[in-house]
């Protein structure tokens, strides 16, 4: 499985960017996905994930202002994120797995076995 990001850039605090991810090859067994980032100096944190039954786990960091959705149609997963903030700069990764994991593991990095290459947001 291969995921490909894009839909980042350079915005001021306050304004919004949708990221996309893409993924493809044998997708067949992947059934959840998920974003994470990781802030210069930082380790790479979970964002949102969402399984094929539509169920969504976000941090708090995220609650309120980014939302993760998926067009099955379009096989591709989005993260709506509004009222950017400095804090919010970071490499934004796209994760996806096949295996079934409590939902108390989904912001985990452990419970994903495929990666993209990552899309920068950067907020000023």
């Known amino acids: 499985v291969q995921l490909v990001e894009s839909g980042g850039g350079s915005v001021q605090a306050g304004e919004s960017l949708r990221l996309s991810c893409v993924p493809s090859?044998?997708?067949?067994?992947?059934?959840?996905m998920g974003w994470f980032r990781q802030a210069p100096g930082k380790g790479r944190e979970g964002v949102a994930a969402?399984?094929?039954?539509?169920?969504?786990r976000c941090d708090d960091s995220a609650t309120g202002r980014f939302t993760i959705s998926k067009d099955n149609a379009l096989n591709t997963l989005y993260l709506e994120m509004n009222n950017l903030r400095l804090e919010d700069t970071a490499m934004y990764y796209c994760?996806?797995?096949?295996?079934?994991?409590?939902?108390?593991?989904?912001?985990?990095?452990?419970?994903?076995?495929?990666w993209g290459q990552g899309t920068q947001v950067t907020v000023s």
């Open positions: 994760a996806a797995t096949g295996t079934y994991r409590h939902l108390s593991w989904w912001l985990s990095l452990a419970s994903y076995e495929y």
């Open positions: 969402i399984n094929d039954d539509g169920i969504i």
């Open positions: 090859g044998d997708t067949s067994s992947v059934h959840r």
